[in-house]
């Protein structure tokens, strides 16, 4: 599994936990969990960069 750290141009940061994958598509930074679901969805014109933290899983 894996953190996100998704930083916007205006400053803002979104966090998501425990994301096993993403995808960028059409112009759309997408998180997907592990049943192949969207849990965040982001313009890509929008995000100046985005951080991926490697996290052990724990039961």
């Known amino acids: 599994m894996a953190r ?3 930083n916007h141009l205006d400053g ?3 966090t998501v936990t425990n994301a096993p994958g993403h995808e960028w598509s059409d ?8 049943n ?4 965040y969805l982001a313009p890509t014109a929008n995000i100046r ?8 899983v724990s039961d």
């Open 49 to 56: 960069s985005v951080l991926i933290h490697d996290e052990a």
């Open 36 to 39: 192949k679901r969207t849990i």
């Open 27 to 34: 112009g759309i930074f997408v998180v997907l969990d592990a």
């Open 12 to 14: 803002n940061t979104d």
């Open 4 to 6: 996100y750290e998704i």
